[in-house]
């Protein structure tokens, strides 16, 4: 080669033949051309192939539902009525309707040519009118005069030609008249058949719109929803629904759609559609459906053997096929189906939102799925996988307390994160001061309530003590602990003594029966009504009587019971207002029958007054952070101990520390939380799976996991279950700062900022342990259900709050907050006293306000004033409806039937509320023993104004607000 080109210099330029070179040159020319075509068109528009099948499989499933549309049609009917519009027809065909046809069409046009007759006379008028005017403005008379003859001639021509136009139209109309009974039948007859056949053509239309759709990318366009990276706002493209077609359709779920991804892209169903009857065929398909499908599926081959029956043979081959088909049938499930929360998309349009803003991705994208979805180098926002979508709810909502019921996962991570006190050390967005609100009890006092034995205990291994406690273990050793427990006994507050009091002997029987009843298991757990669950609601508020009867004395407990307060002035446990021999008595049962199931160790304390033993244990609860939960004193000035962690989900991997921790471990790790159907997320760039989820998930199980020789952990251990550990993970993964323009906030209104602070505070009081507000709590119910034997416990449990803000006069409610006091006598359970702060009522009144989007307001209520017009109906109502027989007034000799005393109800009920309750006491409080008298709005009383029962049920509340007044009869 190089001899010819050492040959091809000694020829002179315009000598040498360049065509080999321009032929060679053109043929790459030609094939990276046709590359780069193939490229474009094929490698990198995945979406058209998406696109096509997609129809295909739209096609199947509407051409399923054709087939039952036309089995489920009226054949009779269709053919009766079909036969009628046939005959229909020949009559208005027959030689009848065909000579009124004739005639009307003779006379349609007689009144065509008279018309167009007129039409020309009408302009010879026109000229000889314009003539006329024209020569009689120049004084020709005569002639002016002879032109206006003319036009007068043509006038009457114009007049006769519209007579006989009308004369003929009218036959027309006459005859139509005729016609029109045959053809008002038919039309009948045709919107009958339509009508019937109706389902069959609507589905044989869109099937025919699916199999003539255009392949076309689909894409919106949110104007100003980004940031540039100079802060400038730009557009947002969305183009997700170019393959996610079927989001909105209900076509795309449930057991055909599957049945019909098995036949498209199953080799297991193909082969069984291949090779078995039908029978055989749906029994396999049913069985592979399962399996495939269902994420808590039984299904096993031995299923698959008995559907197979005499092909049992061939179950190994489909087995394997159906396993290896999986993954894929899956992923086209979730790329065709429908979104599984279509009520939230009726508030989050992704016409309006798109998709990628909640799921993450890159929107733009369409060369391929890793791409779409965001997993290439350098790309900050790669698809949320399973529940880590719920996380972008606190984007654009982040003073939610909650985002139940469409975010459940990543609202119970929210709560882990503030009832296991993980505010105590990091600060974060929206959580409480750590410094007011305290998970762990007070230890101000603590040296008057437990013996440093049972403290020394309880902070080696709390679990060992409380099987389901909060509290973390430290992983203290005996040093350790005991230098704690030495400060936590010097710093104690020496000077508060148990009262000493003439407590009366306690009955522990009795005390057992005033737990279940006055309302103790609505925020403790007991033996009888135990929980599994450590997320403060219901009776897992508040620590589990496990183990209490060790903890502390009998003196000490009756006393806590008597005044909580008196010890700890800023705790949560309520005042249940109980006399000495009810405190006496449950005291008597705690202590008796929650002892403890084993023996403390007896350990030897170093000093329990020295020193430099204490100074240990200060140093000790400085460097772990107690303090974040519990009061001490000493530390009442003391910021977080440990990192905010407020940005903590835009961590990338490389800003996480690994320490010595083994790469295999990691997958492991990821296996085990995918075969609990809890599957963590996946990040962009992780290597052996070290990511973000993993390093987060493996964190949280075990704090301490990372720790090396060089960096020490002092993370504790909650003892998180693999479910626990996940919804945090979910929680965390949220926290995540971004630019959101301001219209897609969540708005910060007055309304909604009582409707956070209320759904916290109530949460945090456990008022939901027995109320059920918002459709949320009420838990005590089922445990009332079982201590009163009773089918329905709602009468016999404390009432539904969602329309107490509508419901209660607002002074009313402040002094019942302040100061409670029985309104429905029958109920066993109490209202406890809770010694609430001013601020706290307020946030508790406007909550109830605003769940009725109300304000708050002072009205004067006494100063309502009945109408004098109703007066008299409203008394002979009250009588006829009995009211006094369920809501009896004064002394009260049987509570069995009982409902609100009324002689309250004045100073306790809105006027406009009581008009409310009345039209449909049901619709506002389903399960209530108040029946309703004006059912559909019609009065059983037509006697008594006139049966309006508008007016009944004015007069009826009139009644209601004067009933009580004094010098204000009823």
């Not at 609507?202 to 076309?216: P, R, V």
């Not at 892209?265 to 459906?289: C, I, R």
């Amino acid at each position: 080669m190089f001899g010819w080109i050492k040959k091809r210099r000694n020829i002179p330029v315009e000598d040498r033949s360049y065509s080999g070179v321009y032929a060679f040159w053109s043929g790459v020319l030609f094939l990276t051309t046709l590359l780069a075509v193939w490229n474009e068109v094929s490698t990198r528009r995945p979406w058209k192939e998406y696109q096509h099948d997609f129809y295909e499989v739209q096609t199947r499933l509407l051409q399923h539902r054709l087939a039952d549309a036309n089995q489920n049609l009226d054949k009779a009917d269709i053919t009766q009525v079909s036969k009628d519009l046939a005959a229909a027809r020949t009559k208005l065909t027959g030689a009848e309707a065909r000579k009124y046809l004739d005639q009307i069409d003779d006379y349609k046009r007689k009144v065509i040519d008279f018309t167009q007759q007129r039409g020309f006379e009408k302009s010879r008028s026109d000229a000889e009118n314009y003539l006329y005017e024209h020569n009689k403005r120049n004084g020709d008379t005569a002639a002016a005069r002879e032109y206006r003859e003319d036009r007068d001639n043509y006038d009457k021509k114009m007049e006769a030609d519209q007579t006989q136009a009308d004369l003929y139209q009218s036959k027309v109309d006459s005859l139509g008249g005729l016609l029109k009974p045959m053809y008002d039948t038919m039309k009948q007859l045709q919107a009958e058949h339509d009508s019937l056949t109706a389902p069959v053509l609507t589905l044989k239309s869109k099937i025919e719109g699916a199999q003539n759709s255009n392949i076309e990318i689909k894409q919106i366009i949110i104007k100003g929803f980004d940031k540039s990276v100079w802060g400038m706002a730009e557009d947002r493209i969305d183009r997700c629904q170019t393959c996610h077609m079927g989001w909105n359709d209900s076509l795309f779920m449930g057991d055909d759609f599957e049945k019909t991804l098995m036949e498209k892209y199953s080799g297991a169903a193909q082969y069984a559609k291949d090779n078995y009857n039908a029978q055989t065929t749906n029994a396999v398909l049913t069985v592979l459906q399962s399996k495939m499908f269902d994420p808590n599926s039984t299904a096993s081959k031995n299923d698959l053997i008995a559907a197979l029956g005499k092909h049992k043979d061939d179950a190994d081959k489909i087995w394997e096929k159906a396993v290896k088909d999986k993954p894929s049938l899956l992923s086209y499930k979730k790329m065709y189906g429908t979104h599984p929360q279509l009520d939230l998309l009726k508030k989050h349009n992704p016409e309006t939102f798109g998709c990628a803003t909640c799921h993450g991705g890159e929107g733009m994208a369409l060369s391929s799925v890793e791409e779409a979805h965001g997993f290439e180098e350098h790309w900050d926002s790669p698809l949320l996988a399973g529940k880590y979508a719920e996380g972008a709810c606190a984007t654009c909502h982040a003073n939610r307390y909650d985002f139940a019921p469409y975010a459940q996962t990543v609202s119970t991570g929210k709560k882990e994160f503030l009832d296991f006190g993980c505010y105590g050390c990091h600060d974060n967005i929206d959580v409480p001061d750590f410094k007011v609100m305290k998970q762990g009890p007070s230890l101000l006092r603590v040296g008057a309530k437990l013996s440093p034995n049972w403290m020394f205990n309880w902070i080696k291994n709390p679990k060992a003590i409380n099987s389901i406690t909060r509290m973390p273990n430290f992983k203290l050793n005996d040093d350790e602990a005991d230098a704690i427990v030495t400060y936590l006994v010097q710093s104690s507050d020496s000077a508060y003594t148990v009262p000493v009091s003439s407590m009366p002997a306690g009955d522990a029987t009795r005390g057992k029966d005033l737990v279940n009843r006055l309302g103790c298991i609505g925020c403790h757990s007991t033996k009888e009504y135990s929980t599994t669950s450590r997320v403060k609601e219901g009776n897992a508020f508040a620590p589990s009587l496990e183990n209490v009867g060790s903890k502390v004395t009998v003196q000490w407990l009756y006393q806590w019971l008597k005044n909580p307060k008196q010890y700890n002035p800023t705790t949560r446990m309520p005042n249940l207002r109980l006399s000495d021999q009810e405190a006496a008595d449950i005291a008597a049962h705690i202590i008796q029958d929650y002892k403890g199931n084993s023996e403390l160790t007896n350990h030897n304390f170093a000093g329990l007054a020295a020193t430099d033993v204490a100074q240990k244990g200060y140093s000790l609860i400085k460097g772990y952070g107690c303090y974040g939960c519990h009061n001490i004193k000493g530390f009442e000035q003391m910021n977080k101990v440990s990192v905010p962690l407020d940005e903590f989900g835009n961590k990338i991997v490389q800003q996480l520390y690994w320490g010595t921790v083994p790469e295999d471990m990691m997958v492991h790790v990821t296996e085990h939380f995918d075969s609990i159907g809890l599957p963590l997320g996946k990040s962009v760039g992780a290597h052996n799976d070290e990511d973000w989820y993993t390093w987060t998930i493996m964190k949280v199980l075990n704090p301490r996991i990372y720790q090396s020789d060089e960096i020490a952990q002092k993370m504790p251990d909650f003892s998180m279950s693999d479910s626990e550990a996940y919804a945090l993970n979910v929680y965390l993964h949220s926290l995540r700062k971004q630019f959101i323009p301001e219209r897609f906030q969540d708005p910060k209104t007055t309304n909604q900022f009582a409707l956070d602070t209320g759904r916290f505070y109530v949460r945090w009081r456990n008022c939901i342990g027995c109320h059920k507000i918002e459709d949320v709590g009420g838990s005590v119910q089922d445990r009332i259900k079982l201590v009163e034997n009773v089918p329905d416990p709602q009468p016999l449990s404390p009432p539904l709050l969602t329309p107490e803000g509508a419901r209660v006069q607002e002074v009313w409610l402040n002094n019942f907050l302040r100061a409670p006091s029985p309104i429905r006598p029958w109920l066993h359970i109490r209202m406890p006293t809770f010694g609430l702060a001013d601020s706290d009522i307020a946030t508790v009144q406007r909550y109830f306000l605003a769940i009725n989007k109300q304000s708050f307001e002072l009205r004067d209520y006494a100063s309502f004033m009945p109408d004098p017009t109703l007066t008299a109906a409203g008394n002979q109502l009250f009588e006829k409806f009995q009211c006094i027989k369920c809501h009896q007034m004064g002394k009260v000799e049987d509570i069995s039937n009982l409902a609100p005393n009324l002689q309250m109800a004045s100073q306790r009920l809105k006027p406009e509320w009581i008009q409310l309750w009345l039209h449909d006491p049901n619709a506002i409080m389903p399960g209530t023993r108040m029946p309703s008298f004006f059912p559909g709005g019609v009065s059983p009383a037509p006697d008594i104004l006139g049966g309006d029962s508008e007016k009944q049920i004015r007069a009826i509340r009139d009644v209601v607000m004067t009933l009580g007044r004094k010098g204000k009869p009823a």
